[in-house]
């Protein structure tokens, strides 16, 4: 049975920072694709950030460029997303999932697996 479970997340103030953790059982990371997508209170779900299988290749939103990095530790098979600079309108309950494919997709229904979630509240 696969599982993601996501950690990390929190109330931060505008600017600051908070590192998102997804550690999976059931599949090793590095044989998936991974990314991080969130979903604001009557918004859609949106892609944040990838990352490939290698680990070298990443893929973000525009608004995570420059802010946000996504990272993975084989040894402990968890995904991370660093979120730096933080705005109010990151506001949203962040998912990691994985995808078997190599390719970077954008759209939630081409990912498999998903983890419940972890909130992000930034205070203005």
Known sequence: QVQ??????GLVETGGSLRL????SGITFS???EGWFRQAP???REFVAGLGRSSVATFYADFAKDRFTVSRDNAQNTV???MNSLK???TATYYCTARAG???RTRPDEYEFWGRGTQVTVSS
């Open 4 to 9: 993601l479970v996501e950690s990390g997340g």
């Open 21 to 24: 953790s997804c550690t999976a």
């Open 31 to 33: 044989k998936y694709t």
């Open 42 to 44: 009557g918004k859609e």
């Open 80 to 82: 991370y997303l660093q």
């Open 88 to 90: 109010p309108e990151d």
């Open 102 to 104: 190599t390719q970077f």
